[in-house]
């Protein structure tokens, strides 16, 4: 019951309270027990939304996000080249949590109330419930993503979820997996999805006009992007190929972001380096 959520998710707050001291082991071992605490949580429909209960939830697996960065990082702090199958299973279960922490917030929306954030040390979760059609031409996510007009299908009661990771998020075991490109990903990952109000997810894409995401970087040093040849590139993470894959158009660039067209949804980030599109 709701009583013996709470209590399971303080008992894992503790436990993952110093993620530095987390091993490998115990860290996988966490994130599962953390994706069967918030799938009781998410599944309870009928229930209030123990708000506080969510946020403990996110806290934990910011912490497990936390450990397992760590883990893929050399003493020096460089994230280790890997195509680790483990880092990949850890990527879905930490997106998951997340996604379903995401869905509960939801239901505790009102439509047409304003953006809710939760903020966490590894991510911030922002979820705004609208009709599909009071989304056209707004801007969610704190701002960073402008919204096209949707198509019908949207729906009314929809909720956008736009999660803003620090760095590359449960996808930093892969920040240069861009296959034989050399690009590397050079700003924090974005992740943007729609679901209906019983949590599934819209599939969105091929849309006519494209969402618009404004992603930071690092262009202060202007002299870096002449002597090398190259520019920043809009990407998505391709879950088939495991690796980022140039495909968005790059329409703005300022010193501190660049501003991406897509015309899908899924998780987004910046490549610096040779453009690596799908094929090629």
Known sequence: DGSSVARASQLMSSVTARPEQLTLTATDKALNFALSLTEAV???ADTVVD???VATLARIVSNLVLASSGHHKTADGAVMSTTSTNGSVRAATVSKIVDAIGSSLARDCVPGEPERTLVT?????HITVKAGHDFDKTTIGNGRVTVPVLPAAVGTGAAAKVTTWVDAGPLMWAVDQTGESNATLSSPLLSVKFARPNGSEIKISDLPEPFTIVLDVDTSDNSTLSNSGHDFSCAYWNTNMSQFVS???L???TETNVTCQFNHLTDFGALFGPS???GT
Do not use: Q
């Open 42 to 44: 998410d599944t309870r």
């Open 51 to 53: 708000v506080e209960n």
């Open 121 to 125: 040390p590894s991510f911030a979760l």
């Open 247 to 249: 495909d968005g158009v």
């Open 251 to 253: 329409a703005a660039r």
């Open 276 to 278: 690596n599109e799908l």
